[in-house]
């Protein structure tokens, strides 16, 4: 069983619809939280980084994170369909570079 | 400012090859890791380096390996090509090395698409 699990999608929303992702994970070791999002031939890219359990906004995103369930979301208002591509979450088990990633989830917004 | 740099985007290598692959920092940026993703396994962690150290390693056979120059470039070397070694290796950098409770974000590259035939 991976340490980080991820629906691999695809999801598909319509325009202007919000976009629901999210990962679970089994280490309770798992310290900072955060999402990537990846476009086709790109290297991933940081949207949302998160520490404590607790939402934070940042623009059209929301992160979630609930420690006690092992569970984090991710949530994209208002949907683009610039936004289509592969979303990724990670995290990070103490002060360290490495990152455990899930498997991603790929999100289509049709116009 | 310039972004991570990896070289070359592309390669088309046969089975027992080597190959080297190389990545640019950020300028200023003191880590580099490298990464392998695959449809299968995802991003799996290669190796962190710091100031020409290896800080950290992912559950990785001895052919991976890789080393970090003065200047913060790295390089990691693939010995003994497998097929399963086809992927896209991505290289990230950071100012230092860990998030230490902090947001130390890490950049990355485009990543070097290797395909082993």
């Known amino acids: 069983q991976k340490e980080v699990e991820q629906d691999p999608g695809p999801l598909s929303v319509p325009e202007g619809a919000i976009v629901s992702l999210n990962c679970t994970y089994s280490?309770?070791?798992?310290?900072?939280f955060m999402w990537y999002r990846q476009y086709s031939r790109k290297g991933p890219e940081l949207l949302m980084y998160?520490?404590?359990?607790g939402n934070k906004e940042d623009g059209r995103f929301t992160a979630q994170v609930d420690k006690s369930s092992k569970y984090i979301s991710l949530f994209i208002r208002d949907s683009q369909p610039s936004d289509s591509a592969t979303y990724l979450c990670a995290m990070i088990k103490a002060a360290g570079n490495k990152l455990t990633f899930g498997g991603g989830t790929r999100v289509l917004v049709k116009p | 400012k310039a972004g991570v740099t990896q070289t070359p985007r592309y390669l088309i290598k046969t089975r027992g090859q080597q190959v080297t692959l190389s990545c640019s920092p950020i300028s200023g940026h003191r880590s580099v890791s490298w990464y392998q993703q695959t449809p299968g396994q995802g991003l799996q962690f290669l190796f962190e380096?710091?100031?020409?150290?290896?800080?950290n390693k992912g559950n990785f056979p001895g052919r991976f390996s890789g080393r970090q120059f003065s200047n913060s470039r790295s390089e990691m070397n693939v010995s003994t090509l497998e097929l399963g070694d086809s992927a896209l290796y991505l290289c990230?950098?950071?100012?230092?090395?860990?998030?230490?409770?902090?947001?130390?974000?890490?950049?990355f590259g485009p990543g070097t698409r290797l395909t082993v035939l």
């Open positions: 990230a950098s950071s100012p230092t090395p860990g998030l230490a409770g902090g947001r130390d974000e890490q950049f």
């Open positions: 380096y710091f100031s020409e150290t290896q800080r």
């Open positions: 280490n309770s070791a798992f310290q900072y």
């Open positions: 998160t520490y404590s359990s």
